[in-house]
């Protein structure tokens, strides 16, 4: 129950296109859901989050759509480009773990010329 | 950079012995959370200290064990290695009530 479940497990863009990458979770607990980029040899960096009473957050090119009901939500990087890639995974935290953070396998992301 | 800093960078030992690996979270931060990542077990977390006091426990190995300091530092104590130890080893630091955790450039520990 405290997976998070994480896919593609690597994906293919070309310069320009739209990157999403998905997640799916099974704890109701969870009430904080983040997104790490991690570029390689480097600790993973906080991109954007969201928590579970909103829908849809937006932070420049990245985007986090949320679905509570079917408890799925994802990354979407919007004009992908080249310094895009690099390794994301998705997390969730909750309260009652001491906001622990349980991750995703992470996805592996190349964005081409 | 994150303002979180970890010690070592890399650190090259053999099986059976034992390491000390070192955290300075963010100014102002309480929290520190140490997670280990290898090929086969992705992120996972470890342990969590809050103002000295232990407050969560993940899969974490008995022969580890860590500690947090009144200057708020901590240190991960692996001991007696093993080949399968070897991974990198990030600690991530949270200010009080905050979600966000924010993490170090990690630790590669190779066990040879």
């Known amino acids: 129950q405290q997976q998070v479940k994480q896919s593609p497990q690597s994906l293919i863009v070309q310069k320009g296109g739209i990157s999403i990458i998905n997640c799916a979770y099974e704890?109701?607990?969870?009430?904080?859901f983040p997104w790490y980029q991690q570029f390689p040899g480097k600790g993973p960096a906080l991109l954007i989050a969201i928590r579970p009473d909103v829908s849809e957050k937006k932070e420049g090119r990245f985007t986090i759509s949320f679905n509570k009901s079917a408890k799925q939500f994802s990354l979407h990087i919007m004009d992908s480009q080249p310094g895009d890639s690099a390794t994301y995974f998705c997390a969730a935290s909750n309260p009652g773990g001491g906001n622990k953070l349980t991750f995703g396998t992470g996805t592996q992301l190349k964005v081409e010329l | 950079d994150s303002g979180v800093t970890q010690t070592p960078k890399h650190l090259i030992t053999a099986t059976g012995q034992r390491v000390t690996l070192r955290c300075s979270p963010r100014s102002g931060d309480l929290s520190v959370y140490w997670y280990q990542q290898s090929l086969d077990q992705g992120l996972q977390f470890l342990i969590q200290?809050?103002?000295?006091?232990?407050?969560a426990k993940g899969n974490i190995l008995e022969r580890f064990s860590a500690q947090q300091f009144p200057d708020l530092h901590s240190e991960l104590n692996l001991s007696s290695l093993e080949l399968g130890d070897s991974a990198l080893y990030f600690c991530?630091?949270?200010?009080?009530?905050?979600?966000?955790?924010?993490f170090g450039p990690g630790t590669r520990l190779t066990v040879l």
């Open positions: 991530a630091s949270g200010g009080t009530g905050a979600k966000e955790q924010f």
């Open positions: 200290y809050y103002n000295g006091e232990e407050r």
């Open positions: 704890n109701t607990a969870f009430d904080y």
